[in-house]
């Protein structure tokens, strides 16, 4: 049987868009977390300038135990470039380093925020299980007897990293026309804690929709890399969403659109445009803004049928546009 995930090594959300003074990556932990992030811990913010869902650009932050005094706890940020945004093992070079909490400015002027936030993205917990029993068991997403709430759910604390990277820090890395680069996030704990690579995030909700009930799946995809991903899930994912479709009848071929719903999904990378407004919706997917009703839009991609998860969520979230851009606790 597997062991249950520490929830400070996983990430719940990764957020890319336009932020004052450059391209904004930001990342939080599992809603369950209990006490930030962990310490020793390596979570990486993964850049691919080329479209081969292999990193070329990485910035990993660790914090280290709490200062007794006042809480906060030291951080540092490292840049590792070339064959070294793939190592895990690579020390790659200091950009910044400071405390928790506060403003840390790097090189480059680049600028970095750890510590406790609001949860920017909150997801009703009976409407993913909705989802997931469907798919897990291709039968149609029941969401009888269910009232959609006029808002998401709210008081919910996450850990946060937040990265803003000027655009002449990042550009030069996107190697494709118009400046598009693929971001994800991965955590891994400290050295002789556990290993290698606990958990990634690109989409929203891809391994909670898509492995679903099967935690072994979860966890391998989890641990897996997005230059694999098609060939190790695509298959097993179009065939799990062509179930799903063809049971709730929401199209006329369920296999063609289950194939389309894998490739979309697969590699598990959020694109994005530097410089542009992020947007995450159904006419496509450009980066993510943490007013997008993100959840909604890939649930609704897999299953065929509208699955609304973010009722008033722009006027909740999208009025936090200050640094570091996430409603504080």
């Known amino acids: ?9 996983r990430v719940a959300d990764l957020f890319v868009f336009r932020g004052r003074r450059g391209t904004v990556l930001a990342l939080t932990t599992d809603r369950s977390a209990v006490g930030g992030l962990a310490s020793g811990a390596t979570y990486d913010l993964r850049i691919d300038g080329d479209g081969d869902a292999v990193e070329d650009l990485t910035y990993r932050v660790v914090v280290d135990g709490a200062d007794p005094a006042d809480g906060t706890r030291p951080v540092v940020l490292r840049r590792l470039s070339g064959a070294d945004a793939e190592d895990p093992a690579a020390c790659g070079t200091v950009v910044a380093a400071g405390r928790t909490g506060s403003t840390v400015a790097g090189t480059d002027g680049l600028r970095l925020w750890t510590g406790t936030a609001a949860d920017p993205a909150p997801v009703d917990p009976g409407l993913l299980a909705a989802v997931t029993t469907a798919v897990e068991h291709g039968t149609p997403v029941d969401l009888s007897g269910r009232v959609l709430p006029a808002a998401p759910p709210t008081g919910n604390r996450v850990a946060a990293v937040v990265l803003e990277i000027p655009d002449a820090v990042l550009a030069p890395v996107a190697m494709r026309a118009a400046g598009r680069i693929g971001v994800w996030a991965t955590v891994a704990p400290a050295a002789g804690q556990g290993g290698p690579q606990t958990h990634r995030r690109g989409l929203p909700l891809v391994g909670e929709v898509l492995a679903g009930l099967d935690a072994p799946l979860r966890e391998h ?9 098609r060939a190790e899930f695509g298959g ?7 179930q799903v479709v063809a049971a709730g ?9 289950a194939r389309r719903v894998a490739d979309r999904l697969l590699p598990d990378v959020l694109p994005y445009t530097i410089g542009t407004t992020a947007s995450f919706g159904f006419a496509g997917w450009n980066g993510r803004d943490p007013a997008d009703d993100a959840a909604g839009v890939v649930c609704s991609v897999v299953t065929g049928v509208a699955v609304p998860f973010g009722a008033g969520r722009a006027t ?13 606790l």
């Open 316 to 328: 909740a979230h999208r009025a936090t546009t200050t640094w570091p851009y996430l409603p504080l």
């Open 1 to 9: 049987m597997s062991q249950p995930v520490d929830p400070r090594l």
């Open 249 to 257: 009848a929401a199209v006329g071929d369920p296999s063609a659109y």
């Open 236 to 242: 097993m994912f179009a065939k799990k969403a062509e």
């Open 221 to 229: 995809l989890g641990r897996g890399r997005p230059a694999a991903d």
